[in-house]
């Protein structure tokens, strides 16, 4: 069960995708409940990791039923509960993606006081984070967490965290807490070589960027993410020998392309900054092909399936420390961890750019070995069938 497969939201929907064909491949029968628009779901589901797809991927069928849209923020469904007692007896386990929004609540209300295993995935939606940035509306949750949340997460047969920095930070946002707590990671399949003629495409369509070190941010253009920080990190007077890009490709939901705009033309580097939009199928594989490191200086990521994305066609990654797998890549010497302010992402770009080339080549096969030891999406199916398969589940 998960809010959206829109894949524009974020990376939940990838996940989730991803793991039910990694289970489906196993003989699992896997269905997805989603408060989507039924005529929302076919590219969604056919187009989740073009850049990591195979077609043995691709021909793996997933049974979507698309309930329609939640009424409110809250994505109350009037169609939801009704659905999972008419068909959730069909089903050994329900698994659900997020908080905070009725999804959760109806699955407590489903299994409560039966036989029927339930897990939960917060996917970070209990970082503290959002408890120091959006006061106010942590004590809304917190009007609404004894009677909801707190109950979803009690009676799980377990709360699985991505990575074991999330487990950590969720213990921090309420006192009232109480959880079988799990760590399993999320993954992606291997990918294929990507085609030679993408990286020609991608530079074709943006060729200011020919002859520079491209720096490669793929997500939501958010706040969160810190794009306006990375904007103000770019060297001002770079080596003319030496020059470095940012392309900056992900969808902007919140109108703050025009604010990011204006912060590049305020600094004069319009020319080494491109704007590139959601990437997707060539285009996605293209500006990977092209760039010289993948970076993300966020204030909170839960996960970073674009992080893994990267690793896993050998791009090493430039992170900040609220990046929840950060540990892994420091330790695979994957990429360069600093912290999530100005200063942190400055010495993240003086530090790649500063990288001999034989080291960088070093750290590319670092970044492969990283996907393939901790994120192949058979790992992740791995740890997720151990969880699901423990004898408490069938309690």
């Not at 989603?34 to 991927?57: F, K, Q, Y």
């Not at 993606?97 to 999804?103: A, D, F, K, S, T």
């Amino acid at each position: 069960m998960v809010q959206t497969l829109d894949p524009s939201v974020g990376g939940v929907a990838t996940a989730v995708v991803s793991l039910s064909r990694g289970l489906a491949r196993r003989g699992y029968k896997i269905d997805i409940v989603t408060l989507d628009e039924p005529n929302a779901i076919v590219a969604a589901v056919a187009d989740r990791t073009p850049a990591s797809a195979t077609p043995a991927t691709n021909d793996i069928d997933l049974t979507v039923h698309a309930l329609g849209a939640g009424l409110t923020k809250y994505r109350y469904s009037k169609t939801l509960l009704p659905w999972l007692r008419e068909h959730g007896g069909n089903y050994d386990r329900v698994i659900v993606n997020g908080l905070w929004q009725y999804l959760s609540l109806a699955a407590w209300l489903f299994c409560h006081g039966t036989s029927k295993p339930y897990y939960v995935f917060p996917h970070g939606m209990l970082d503290p984070w959002f408890k120091r940035t959006f006061p106010l509306k942590h004590l809304k949750k917190w009007l609404y967490w004894p009677w909801a949340e707190y109950r979803v997460l009690r009676d799980a047969a377990a709360v699985i965290f991505t990575s074991e920095e999330e487990r950590r930070q969720a213990r921090k946002s309420f006192w009232l807490y109480r959880c079988r707590e799990e760590v399993s990671p999320l993954g992606l399949e291997s990918p294929p070589p990507i085609p030679s003629q993408a990286k020609e495409t991608f530079l074709a369509r943006y060729p200011q960027l020919r002859d520079t070190r491209i720096l490669l941010f793929l997500g939501r253009l958010n706040p969160k993410k810190g794009c306006d920080i990375l904007i103000d990190a770019l060297p001002r007077n770079p080596d003319p020998k030496n020059l470095v890009s940012l392309v900056l490709a992900g969808p902007d939901q919140i109108g703050w392309e025009k604010y990011l705009r204006a912060r590049v033309a305020h600094l004069d580097i319009a020319p080494r900054i491109v704007f590139a939009g959601m990437l997707q199928g060539e285009m996605k594989q293209g500006a990977l092909a092209s760039a010289d490191a993948f970076i993300l200086p966020s204030h909170q990521e839960n996960f970073g399936m674009a992080v893994v994305e990267a690793l896993a066609v050998g791009l090493p990654v430039l992170i900040s420390e609220r990046v929840n797998i950060w540990r892994e890549i420091d330790d695979d010497h994957a990429g360069y961890v600093e912290s999530d302010d100005l200063p942190g992402t400055t010495r993240l770009i003086e530090r790649w750019m500063a990288t001999p080339l034989a080291e960088r080549e070093v750290m590319r096969a670092n970044a492969r070995k990283c996907f393939g030891r901790r994120f192949e999406i058979n790992r992740a199916v791995d740890s997720l069938l151990r969880i699901l398969t423990e004898p408490r589940a069938a309690a």
